[in-house]
Nanobody, 123 residues
Framework: QVQLVESGGGLVQAGGSLRLSCAAS????????MGWFRQAPGKEREFVAA????????LYADSVRGRFIISRDNAKNTVYLQMNSLKPEDTAVYYC????????????????WGQGTQVTVSS
């Protein structure tokens, strides 16, 4: 069992930055690949970024590549999403997820999910 709690969301101006955190507890965190997803009102959940168990493999959605950075600190059982150059279209509820195997954008393969944190980017 893995429990995930997101934090760091809030209101930010377009062009600003925000860092999301996802704290994990339960089974060995370092053995799980991690991902970030987001869902805007009226939209389906979409992939944002993923990272392998040791941080050596990362994957980004085209919409965020070059602006967002996913990282993890296994000693702190935490995964981060650094969001830079934020745009209004980044507004969504952001979720972190854990997978027993590297799943990339395949949300159906993730085993555990947090409850989400709201990110709102104003114009």
């Amino acid at each position: 069992q893995v429990q995930l709690v997101e934090s760091g969301g809030g209101l930010v101006q377009a062009g600003g930055s925000l860092r999301l955190s996802c704290a994990a507890s339960g089974r060995t965190f370092s053995s799980y690949a991690m991902g970030w997803f987001r869902q805007a009102p009226g939209k389906e959940r979409e992939f944002v970024a993923a990272i392998g168990w040791n941080g050596g493999v990362t994957l980004y959605a085209d919409s965020v590549r070059g602006r967002f950075i996913i990282s993890r600190d296994n000693a702190k059982n935490t995964v981060y999403l650094q969001m830079n150059s934020l745009k209004p279209e980044d507004t969504a509820v952001y979720y972190c997820a854990a997978s027993r195997a590297y799943s990339g954008p395949n949300y159906a393969n993730y085993d555990y999910w947090g409850q989400g944190t709201q990110v709102t980017v104003s114009s």
